[in-house]
């Protein structure tokens, strides 16, 4: 079944890019999706399909997939973007959902 | 608004078991497929199960194969989650969320913890 690698833990300075990948073999194949998660609270989905924003969400975020590599990217890092983030994908050959292991985003 | 409301967690007995609901509101639930997605203490996500538009088709983590089983009532916008021979690492918080192939909708969590 798919495992998707995340790195556990990214820290940047505010103001600055952050930059959280998420990794498994042909993963561009794929349709990734990301989620935000702050503490004590339940998940919100930041970015579909890729590369897609939900309303709501500020253009600061974005996603782009290929080859062997999804990233998220948060520009002009706030504050408030200090959370956990999860990579996700529907793997159909085993006709199951699947998460990367979440990536602690820490704003120095 | 659309909403989802879990409930149904508590502490249980190893061995156990205990039935997850789910109350969704704001929208047409019989038109979404529908995840349950868990999270132990201090850890990531991890998705449990997924149920098609009628409850025809579902899907199962393969730890939690013959466990678990998921089930909707679509007259009660309700979808449920049978959780069977509990053991201490099912605890955790047990979300639902709405399906689009990604997870649009989440519920604030129902929290199971099985301990003796």
């Known amino acids: 079944s798919f495992v998707l690698a995340q790195p556990p833990s990214v820290s940047v300075a505010p103001g600055k890019t952050a930059r959280i990948t998420c990794g498994a073999n042909?993963?561009?194949?794929?349709?990734v999706h990301w989620y935000r998660q702050r503490p004590g609270q339940a998940p919100v989905l930041v970015v579909y399909?890729?590369?897609v924003r939900p309303s709501g969400i500020p253009e600061r975020f974005s996603g782009s997939n290929s080859g062997n590599t999804a990233t998220l990217t948060i520009s002009r890092v706030e504050a408030g973007d200090e959370a956990d983030y999860y990579c996700?994908?529907?793997?159909?050959?085993?006709?199951?959902?699947?998460f990367g292991g979440g990536t602690r985003l820490t704003v120095l | 608004e659309v909403q989802l409301v879990e409930s149904g967690g508590g502490s249980v007995q190893p061995g156990g078991s205990l039935r997850l609901s789910c109350v969704g509101s704001g929208f047409t639930f019989n038109l979404y497929w529908m995840h349950w997605v868990r999270q132990a203490p201090g850890k990531g996500l991890e998705w449990v199960s997924r149920?098609?538009?009628?409850?025809?088709?579902?899907s199962y983590a393969d730890s939690l194969k013959g466990r678990v089983t998921v089930s909707r009532d679509n007259a009660k916008n309700t979808l449920y989650l049978q959780m069977n021979s509990l053991g201490a690492e099912d605890t955790a918080v047990y979300y639902c969320?709405?399906?689009?192939?990604?997870?649009?909708?989440w519920g604030k969590g129902t929290t199971v913890t099985v301990s003796s």
């Open positions: 042909n993963i561009g194949t794929k349709d």
């Open positions: 149920i098609d538009y009628d409850g025809s088709t579902t």
């Open positions: 996700q994908l529907w793997d159909r050959s085993g006709d199951q959902s699947v």
């Open positions: 969320a709405r399906d689009l192939y990604y997870m649009d909708v």
């Open positions: 399909d890729d590369s």
